[in-house]
């Protein structure tokens, strides 16, 4: 796909490139971001010229992953990195995301979650986000909540991370959760919580 641009209300989120390799450097120095996500560990500059460099440009390239750069505007810095992952089902991607240190808290990931799920479900023809988190990574599942995201449980063993297996908080959004159409008909299950 080629590359595109996103703007909300103070974000503008676009394709991460070779500019961003320091700002990304410094930001995942942050023992949160090593701990709570898939990135390296340590994270060294040469991880971050190998993500801003090859492995974003080659996911927007083959459709495999949209990788985000999310900055303040106009012109403001990077405050997180926001990805959404193409999975097995067709029309279904997952968010992941961090957000530097320095700008947690001001609702900035949120803001950036719901135009990137704008995005996806208008240009992608995406059906479904999903999300994921360790368990335990409540700033992440606060962002997804507030995002709109309803949660359907956890999932054992479903993330690998550093080497080891990890339980997760999954969740979904579907276009309609945000007053957009989907691409596909879809027909929710009959409520059976009171059935015998």
Same mark, same amino acid.
């Given at each position: 796909?080629?590359?595109?641009?996103?703007?909300?209300?103070?974000?503008?989120?676009?394709p991460?490139?070779?500019?961003?390799?320091?700002?990304?450097?410094?930001?995942?120095?942050?023992?949160?971001?090593?701990?709570?996500?898939?990135?390296?560990?340590?994270? !060294? *500059?040469?991880?971050?010229?190998?993500?801003?460099?090859?492995?974003?440009?080659? $996911?927007?390239?083959?459709?495999?992953?949209?990788?985000?750069?999310?900055?303040?505007?106009?012109? $403001?810095?990077?405050?997180?990195?926001? $990805?959404?992952? *193409?999975?097995? #089902?067709?029309?279904?991607?997952?968010?992941?995301?961090?957000?530097?240190?320095?700008? *947690?808290?001001?609702?900035?990931?949120?803001?950036?979650?719901?135009?990137?799920?704008?995005?996806?479900?208008?240009?992608?023809? !995406?059906?479904?986000?999903?999300?994921?988190?360790?368990?335990?990574?409540?700033?992440?599942?606060?962002?997804?909540? *507030?995002?709109?995201?309803?949660?359907?449980?956890?999932?054992?063993?479903?993330?690998?991370?550093?080497?080891?297996?990890r339980? !997760?908080?999954? $969740? #979904?959004?579907?276009?309609?959760?945000?007053?957009?159409?989907?691409?596909l008909?879809?027909?929710?299950?009959?409520?059976?919580?009171?059935?015998?």
């Amino acid at each position: 796909m080629e590359t595109t641009t996103v703007t909300t209300e103070r974000l503008l989120l676009r394709p991460f490139g070779p500019e961003d390799a320091e700002a990304t450097y410094t930001a995942c120095q942050d023992p949160a971001i090593q701990r709570w996500t898939v990135v390296p560990s340590p994270y !060294t *500059r040469a991880d971050a010229e190998l993500f801003t460099r090859k492995l974003s440009p080659a $996911g927007w390239q083959d459709g495999s992953m949209y990788n985000f750069a999310v900055l303040l505007r106009p012109g $403001g810095p990077l405050v997180g990195a926001l $990805g959404l992952n *193409r999975r097995e #089902s067709p029309g279904t991607y997952e968010v992941g995301y961090w957000t530097a240190r320095e700008h *947690r808290g001001a609702g900035l990931m949120t803001e950036a979650v719901l135009g990137a799920a704008r995005w996806a479900f208008s240009a992608l023809g !995406t059906d479904r986000l999903e999300w994921r988190a360790e368990i335990g990574n409540t700033p992440s599942r606060r962002v997804a909540l *507030r995002a709109g995201f309803r949660m359907e449980g956890d999932q054992r063993a479903a993330l690998l991370n550093k080497g080891v297996r990890r339980d !997760t908080w999954s $969740g #979904s959004l579907l276009p309609a959760d945000l007053g957009l159409p989907g691409t596909l008909p879809y027909i929710p299950a009959p409520d059976v919580s009171g059935a015998p």
